[in-house]
Nanobody
């Protein structure tokens, strides 16, 4: 079993920046994290959960939703079992609960980034609120 916990949410003005962190832990601590691809999703009130971005096991491969591409950056540090989401140029429409997710469906490929579907991810955090004021 793997647990993921988000932190770093808060209130920020439009145009500002925020950094979210995700810490992973589990029965086989670092090795479990090391074979997982990771991702971020978000869910605004009244809307479905949507993909924000994903990162491969190696950390060298990422993909992003069009709505955040160029503004958000995902990185990970396997030695510390952490992943971050750096959000710049925030807009009011970025307001949502942000979720960290982990995927074991890497097929042994260290460069594999999961498809942007919730079904691709096995483990989920509880979410952290991000609010962007206009």
């Amino acid at each position: 079993q793997v647990q993921v916990v988000e932190s770093g949410g808060g209130l920020v003005q439009a145009g500002g920046s925020l950094r979210l962190s995700c810490a992973a832990s589990g029965r086989t601590f670092s090795s479990t994290f090391s074979i997982l691809a990771m991702g971020w999703f978000r869910q605004a009130p009244g809307k479905e959960r949507e993909f924000v971005g994903g990162v491969s096991w190696s950390g060298a491969d990422t993909n992003y939703a069009d709505s955040v591409n160029g503004r958000f950056t995902i990185s990970r540090e396997n030695a510390k079992n952490t992943m971050t989401l750096q959000m710049n140029g925030l807009k009011p429409e970025d307001t949502a609960v942000y979720y960290c997710a982990a995927s074991s469906k890497t097929y042994g490929n260290i460069h594999y980034v999961p498809s942007p579907r919730t079904s691709e991810f096995d483990y989920w955090g509880q979410g952290t609120q991000v609010t962007v004021s206009s």
